[in-house]
């Protein structure tokens, strides 16, 4: 049976295989159904079906409110694993200019 807790670890997995498609460069149409076949195996891996998830998805859409929690979940999830941007990193881990200057946090 799908429930939030479900919903929110399929879908912070399915997001995740997304971001690595998209930053490959994988066609969308080729992204589009790795996609369905993923959502079908880790629907399997959670012992529900695919069928079982768009359900869910549906009844939860009917409250906006809730569909918006459960996608702020997801959001936070995926930010916590996804590994940092390149250019994030390099400029957070990049020394200071002038020796002696420290960028400011925020």
């Known amino acids: ?21 998209v930053s490959i460069n994988l066609p969308y149409w080729s992204q589009q ?12 891996e959670e012992g ?11 009844d939860a859409g009917r409250d906006p409110a809730r569909m918006g929690r459960l996608w702020e979940v997801i959001r936070l999830r995926v930010d916590s694993i996804r590994p940092p941007d390149e250019e994030e990193a390099e400029t957070d881990q990049a020394p200071a200019r002038g020796g002696t200057r ?3 946090a925020g």
């Not at 049976?1 to 498609?21: A, G, P, Q």
């Not at 159904?33 to 399997?44: G, K, Q, R």
């Not at 529900?48 to 549906?58: G, I, K």
């Open 48 to 58: 529900v079906t695919a069928d079982d998830l768009f359900e869910f998805a549906r």
């Open 1 to 21: 049976m799908v429930n939030d807790s479900v919903y929110v670890e399929i879908m912070t997995r399915l997001v995740l295989v997304k971001d690595s498609m």
């Open 102 to 104: 420290r960028r400011r």
């Open 33 to 44: 159904h790795e996609l369905d076949s993923l959502e079908t195996v880790i629907a399997a």
